[in-house]
């Protein structure tokens, strides 16, 4: 594709000219449409593209025009679940090449974006949530590394700056010129909760927003089925979903808690099973139920990785699903548990 020619020649690569076609097109040949890269690899490309677009935010951010940037990526979120919600969901909880809070963006926008379709929003309506997903905590960059550091109980000094984030980033957003009030009151309302135990401004009950509501229960998800520096292992999602579940009707939306189990499964896609036989598979739809799952093994009985991995059937004897198993113990397969989504 001629975009994807001129990108490579300014990072210095060379072609001959000889084995492109240059031959004219009629005046009434339409041109070739542009194809979209598999939703999978769409995603992987946008969490690279959103790492560069937060440093060059918090850094320069009068060399790019944030509004329309970041709502181009949200449009592409978008896109990418309407084509392939497994993908959506797998792509940023597989990841393994951008930083914790950049994968942990992404993840909170494909589920900001699958719930509120189920609310009933619009696409319009959407989009500026899906945007305060992707930039919700753009306050906290600069103090992840030290927040990092700390397992257990934050310092003092370090807690309170921690918690005025979302207000630092929808200031930074508004001096970078986004204008959306939904947008920055979504980012600046994103850890409000509904018993008013939340922060910065302490809201309670009504006033706290829908799409904060919403983003409250994304993040909270993808922050706790996230590896961590100081924590090797993350919560399994039926895990993570337990404990969002014990807090509907105190912190959290019970509306939006059962949406979220209702589009991500006990079941996720990413997560990883021991079956029966001994193999190690990955789960490739949302599914409450194990024996319904759609799983692909990357580990053969042997304890080898497969080349290709192998769709199991979970209701038959032997494939059953008999243990979770922690995505961190199988780093070694991920180019092989990609395929599953990305042949």
Known sequence: MPDQISRLLLRGAQYDEAEIDTRPRASNEPAPAPEDPPPFEHLNTLLLNLKHMLGTMLKSPE????????????????????????????????????????????????????????????????????????????????????????????????????????????????????TDKVWLETVRSHHEHLDGSGYPAGLRGEAVGLGARILLVADRYSAMIRTRPYRAQAHFPQNALKEIYLKKDTEIDNEIARILISKVGLLSPGTLVRLKSGEIAVVK???????????????????????????????????????????????????????????
Not at 151 to 157: H, K, V, W
């Open 63 to 178: 060399q790019i025009d944030i509004s329309a940037r970041i709502g181009k990526m949200a449009q592409a979120v978008q896109s990418i679940c309407h084509k392939d919600i497994d993908s959506a969901l797998a792509a940023p909880c597989l990841d393994t090449h951008t930083p914790y809070i950049v994968a942990h963006q992404m993840m909170g926008a494909v589920l900001t974006e699958l719930i509120a379709q189920s609310k009933g929003l619009d696409a319009a309506q959407r989009l500026p949530l899906v945007c305060a997903a992707l930039t919700r905590d753009l306050g906290q960059i600069k103090l992840q590394p030290e927040l990092d550091k700390h397992p257990g109980q934050l310092p003092e000094d370090l807690h309170a700056q921690m918690r005025q984030h979302p207000q630092l980033g929808a200031e930074l957003l508004e001096q970078a010129g986004v």
């Open 285 to 343: 739809s949302p599914t409450v139920k194990s024996n319904a799952a759609i799983v692909y093994s990357i580990y053969g009985k042997s304890g080898m990785i497969l080349s290709t991995p192998m769709r199991r059937n979970t209701a038959q004897p032997g494939h059953e699903i008999i243990a979770l198993v922690p995505f961190a113990d199988c780093l070694t397969a991920a180019a092989s548990i990609r395929q599953v989504w990305a042949p």
